[in-house]
């Protein structure tokens, strides 16, 4: 059974940083496609960062390019979102979602996922 478990999440001053974790089982790193999504209050859920674990490859929103890097670790099968620059409008719950048997040139953010984490809050104060 696929789980994907967040954590790293809290409050952060603008310009900040945080750095995001979510740990998969039941999901092998190197051939499944794995991003971070967000959803603020009254706001639909977007994509952050999608990154497909055996070529390394990466998308991002154009709302959090250089300032956020989405990075996995193989061994560990876990993914990562370092956060900096922090702004406000950053602030939401942040989801971990895995799909696979995706070729590689498909992951992204635009591609669907069928498995999700419980997420963990983001909150950055001006």
């Known amino acids: 059974q696929v789980r994907l478990v967040e954590s790293g999440g809290g409050s952060a001053q603008a310009g900040g940083s945080l750095r995001l974790s979510c740990a998969a089982s039941?999901?092998?790193?190197?051939?499944?496609?794995m991003a971070w999504f967000r959803q603020a209050p009254v706001k639909e859920r977007e994509g952050v960062a999608s990154?497909?674990?055996?070529?390394?490859?990466?998308d991002y929103t154009d709302a959090v390019k250089g300032r956020f890097t989405i990075s996995g670790d193989g061994d560990k099968n876990t993914i990562y979102l370092l956060m900096n620059g922090l702004v406000p409008e950053d602030t939401g719950i942040y989801y971990c979602?895995?799909?696979?048997?995706?070729?590689?040139?498909?992951?992204?953010?635009?591609?669907?996922?069928?498995?999700w984490g419980q997420g963990t809050q983001v909150t950055v104060s001006s």
């Open positions: 039941a999901v092998t790193y190197s051939d499944a496609c």
């Open positions: 990154i497909y674990g055996g070529s390394g490859s990466t």
């Open positions: 979602a895995a799909t696979r048997g995706l070729p590689g040139y498909l992951c992204g953010l635009q591609h669907g996922f069928g498995y």
